[in-house]
């Protein structure tokens, strides 16, 4: 039996993204004879929403430790929430006693908390084994500094995460076994940058379909409150709307001007656009703009993980928006296709979710970077037009199969399985 240790600052009843990967693989891993601890933290003053109903998603068998994690209330006085910084010493710790005190495999490393990255090299350092890394956004980047980008978010913490990410990144990767990432643009970002890291494994894998959890919230449905209007087209997207998909954002806000003229009901409706709770809608501006007011609704805050999945089954169709991050692919992609739902896709051009959606056999709405997106525009609202009058593409049932929660499960195993075996 190979065990494995999965680091994952983030864990039920923690519902936060960076952690779904893991939680909906771990049935999978089970499944295959793998024993499984799962190294989280125990954090009295979690910054995301608990939601009990996912510890009821992890197996029985999966052994979950969780380390010592420092309050907010004391942090928070010298502007410290980050979970991974204020748990990341008792992490080390419960790392060197799990690992010196019974044999593993391997450790998966299945954050974006990078910080606690590192620890992947010292503990190979103290005992020998060795570590994967799953890449699900990148440690450093310069998407704030190209010309016309927003100002980045978090003022000198951002400044001070990217110091520490410059310094470390580099020898934390060269030190893992494999590297996994959800785009191949992470990958071949980490190779230029580093050139010893030319020949290093690593393996594109996109996010699965939560196929279970999206059979518990349709069941769930039949007993509970609609979370959309009745009535109309009724377009939907909920998850975190960042600054580089307004681009987006603003040519479905043209299109849906253009079809409204003609007299289709289509609205859209936008929910946990945002991390922080004290966030102003960011999408109004553009549909006041287009004179969209009464038919563009957004609410910031966040949305508990299965509500957010029954907005994907009850939308007569769901929203996918590419960003000006070009390397960037939304997590959803799956779970939103396997809703068996519609989906009207947008993004620039060289945006990694046209490959991503084409490996998909989906097509997507694809506009410039720069210059006029007039085309793009009457693109997207032929496709509404369509969608209004009952004319959508259908999903790829084998392609979803292909990609499913187990079919990935399967696909990192296989990773952690030679990182394991040298």
């Known amino acids: 039996m190979k065990r494995v240790l999965i680091v994952s600052p983030h864990f039920p009843p923690v519902n936060a993204p960076d952690m779904q990967r893991v939680r909906v693989s771990l049935p999978g891993f089970v499944a295959a004879g793998w024993e499984v601890t799962v190294l989280t933290v125990a954090d009295p003053t979690p910054t995301a929403p608990l939601e009990p ?21 004391w942090t928070g006085v010298l502007g410290v929430n980050n979970v991974a910084l204020r748990s990341l ?9 799990l690992l010196s005190g019974r044999r593993y495999d391997v450790v998966y490393f299945s954050t974006t908390m990078f910080i606690v990255l590192p620890l992947g090299r010292l503990w190979k350092a103290l005992t020998g084994v060795p570590y994967v890394i799953d890449l699900q956004d990148p440690w450093i980047t310069d998407y704030y500094e190209r010309p016309g980008a927003p100002h980045p978010p978090g003022g000198w913490k951002y400044r001070f995460a990217q110091g520490l990410g410059r310094a470390l990144e580099g020898w934390t990767m060269r030190g893992a076994a494999h590297l996994i990432a959800v785009s191949q643009g992470y990958i071949d970002t980490l190779r230029a940058r580093y050139p010893a890291m030319r020949a290093a494994p690593a393996t594109e894998l996109p996010f699965g379909s939560p196929d279970p959890d999206l059979e518990l919230a349709a069941a769930r449905m039949k007993s509970r ?34 079809v409204r003229k003609t007299g289709v009901p289509v609205s859209a409706h936008f929910f946990g656009t945002s991390y922080d709770p004290q966030a102003r809608p960011a999408t109004l501006a553009l549909a006041a703009q287009y004179g969209l007011q009464h038919c563009v609704h957004e609410s910031p805050a966040r949305l508990r993980y299965f509500d957010a999945l029954q907005v994907s089954l009850e939308a007569d169709a769901n929203l996918l928006f590419g960003s000006t991050d070009l390397p960037f692919t939304p997590s959803k992609i799956l779970a939103v296709l396997a809703t068996g739902r519609p989906v009207l896709a947008l993004a620039p051009t060289g945006s990694a979710m046209v490959t991503r959606l084409a490996q998909l056999g989906q097509s997507c709405v694809i506009f410039p970077a720069a210059g006029s997106t007039a085309t793009a525009r009457d693109e997207a609202a032929s496709q509404l037009r369509n969608l209004a009058a009952g004319q959508a593409a259908t999903v790829d049932l084998a392609m979803l199969n292909r990609h499913s929660a187990e079919a990935m499960a399967a696909r990192q195993l296989s990773v952690l399985q030679t990182a394991a075996t040298g």
Do not use: K, Q
Not at 53 to 73: I, K, M
Not at 225 to 246: K, Q, V
């Open 225 to 258: 409150t609609p979370l959309l209007p009745a009535g109309g087209l009724r377009l939907a997207f909920a998850g975190a709307l960042g600054p580089g998909m307004l681009a987006a954002v603003e040519v479905l806000c043209a299109a849906m001007a253009e």
């Open 89 to 97: 010493p008792f992490l080390f710790l419960s790392g060197c006693r």
């Open 53 to 73: 109903e996912l510890t009821a998603t992890v197996p029985a068998a999966v052994r979950v430790v969780r380390a010592f994690c420092l309050s907010r209330r």
